[in-house]
């Protein structure tokens, strides 16, 4: 929100535009721009205009140099190398895109992917054991890897040489791989710490590149398969990472590769796609293969460079894919019913439920469900054989890595992120970790962090949004992580026509505008606010937040508010 030292900001900064003779710029728009650090010129140039020569050189990696000798050296002597990603979108798009290249340079390669039930997340002994049988020399590993220490002690046992490319948090003692690629490791100084798993991969592809003198614009063929990686692991957007979503949606966009096309024609989307959209019609297909089936279905997709094959294994992933929402639908009812039957509910600071029936591939879900209807960090529990496996989520603010971290001893391992985590235990455990993760999650959570909250950027009256104003706000995308789409604040608006929408009339849809510009009227969507249209009436000001965005209907583009919260007196 804007105060008198953000004032000063934006008055040095529209100071600067002016003497450069550049676009004048409203004021709220320079104001988006210093509170995303952008405070010169310069910087507002670079952030409206991303250029691929701004990505950080690969070899400021620690243990780059060794990666890309050991890679080079296995092509060179013809040794078979096996290419390993984890399940998920990020995991399954880093195995295809590092596949796709070794291949390109004749390299004999393969790649594989863990099963999640009979292996679970990451490298797993059975990977190991089939690359040491097939006679594999080097071993890359994707997305994961950075604390598997005791798979990879196996994998040096068994003479294989191990590459991690991941980005989670290591240890304090790293595995004992032949190189280590990982921004966040202590003694690593790459500038950028947030790039994706399929990320990792994609800087040791353009320092492969780089070494071999070979053109750098070959690891751009990969950028639709990145930025789809970007989107949805939620990492930063940020630096590397959203200079690469900006090319890698113009790739999706324009170019994109056999896979992505089939996905997109069957979405059957008209507009162009947003990150958001790969998050919401990309990713999920991609991700059904390695919930209901096998990651390897979804590389098969990815690595595809025929149409039509890519269209038949994308018909069977869409399968997959509405079998998970049935799957994720009943589970995610069947929790909720736990919940409200448990008279302590609303006395508890976090959500621990277990049920052994339930699916392994949706539990991830199915606690991001439970924390829209109980706001607390949540982890949802499946088993057999007397083994856990469990998917966390987290609300704002608050570390679910951290607390999960502080009850690991009843843990067999566990993993993750801040927001994000997965974990496996023993059953006879379960009750002792419910009752001290929520020990530890009620006395270090800050109370308010378990109230949902909606962060306003800015306050601006509704009647100076417009068509300008817009064509630069696009230019703040893509949006994600540290650089979210802006929500505004408008007061004292009022309503020109209102009306429930959907089948069951649960949202609602309004044209609004400000009594200062009542010419200027817009249109508003507000989903799950369809109990509002009794209580605004026309004549009645109320304030409202809300992101712009545009709407596309039968070849018209219009502006339209995206309601976020409704206050009326």
């Known amino acids: 929100m804007k105060t008198p030292a953000l004032q000063q900001q934006v008055d040095k900064l529209d100071s600067e535009f002016r003497k450069k003779k550049e676009k004048n710029l409203h004021p709220v728009l320079l104001g988006l721009l210093i509170q995303r650090g952008t405070e010169t010129l310069e910087q507002a140039m670079g952030f409206f205009n991303p250029r ?65 039930y009979n292996e679970g997340y990451g490298i797993s002994m059975k990977s190991v054991e089939f690359a040491a049988k097939n006679n594999f020399k080097v071993f890359i590993s994707l997305d994961c890897g950075i604390k598997a220490n005791d798979k990879i002690e196996f994998a040096v046992e068994k003479n294989i040489d191990v590459i991690i490319c991941d980005h989670h948090t290591p240890e304090k003692i790293l ?171 609303d006395q508890k600071k976090t959500t621990v439920l277990y049920r052994p029936e339930w699916h392994k591939g949706v539990i991830g879900i199915v606690a991001s469900r439970m924390i829209d209807s109980f706001y607390r960090p949540t982890i949802i529990f499946t088993g057999k054989e007397g083994v856990l496996s469990g998917s966390a989520r987290s609300v704002k ?64 009256p509704l009647g100076e949004i417009n068509s300008n104003f817009m064509n630069v706000l696009k230019h703040f995308a893509p949006f994600g992580p540290d650089n979210m789409n802006p929500v505004f604040k408008s007061s004292g608006i009022l309503l020109n026509s209102i009306q429930q929408i959907g089948e069951d009339k649960t949202h609602l849809k309004l044209s609004v505008f400000d009594p200062e510009r009542p010419d200027r009227i817009l249109n508003a969507i507000g989903f799950g606010f369809g109990c509002l249209i009794e209580e605004l009436t026309e004549g009645m000001p109320f304030d409202m937040a809300y992101t712009i965005e545009e709407n596309h209907w039968n070849g018209r583009v219009d502006l339209q508010l995206h309601i976020k919260d409704i206050k009326h007196p």
């Open 52 to 116: 691929l020569a701004d990505l950080h050189d690969p070899f400021l990696m620690q243990d780059m140099d060794m990666a890309v000798a050991r890679v080079l050296e296995a092509i060179e002597k013809k040794e078979k190398i096996l290419i390993l990603g984890d399940y998920d979108v990020d995991g399954t798009t880093s195995a295809a895109t590092m596949y796709m290249f070794l291949q390109s340079l004749s390299a004999d390669c393969e790649y594989y992917i863990p099963d999640r």
């Open 175 to 345: 595995p004992p791989a032949y190189a280590v690629l990982d921004a966040k490791r202590k003694d690593c100084n790459y500038p950028f710490k947030e790039l994706s798993g399929c990320g990792v991969g994609f800087k040791l592809i353009q320092a492969l590149l780089q070494k071999m003198n070979l053109p750098k614009e070959r690891a751009y063929d990969y950028l639709d398969l990145l930025a789809t990686s970007i989107g949805a692991d939620i990492v930063s957007m940020t630096g590397e990472n959203r200079i690469l979503a900006r090319f890698g949606l113009e790739k999706i966009n324009t170019r994109p590769s056999a896979g992505i096309l089939a996905i997109k024609e069957l979405a059957k989307f008209q507009k162009e796609f947003s990150i958001s959209d790969v998050v919401f019609k990309i990713a999920p297909r991609i991700n059904a293969a390695g919930r209901m089936a096998s990651g390897n279905k979804a590389v098969e997709l990815l690595i595809s460079q025929d149409e039509r094959n890519a269209n038949s294994i994308v018909t069977e992933i869409n399968q997959y894919n509405l079998e998970r929402g049935i799957k994720d639908k009943s589970i995610s009812e069947e929790a909720l019913a736990l919940l409200l039957a448990d008279p302590l509910n």
């Open 397 to 460: 603010g608050f570390s679910v890595y951290e607390a999960i971290e502080a009850c690991s001893d009843l843990l067999l391992q566990f993993g993750g992120h801040m927001y994000a985590a997965g974990m496996t235990m023993k059953e006879e455990n379960f009750l002792l970790f419910q009752e001290a993760f929520e020990k530890v999650v009620s006395e270090t959570i800050d109370p308010e962090l378990l109230i949902p909250s909606i962060d306003v950027d800015y306050e601006m």
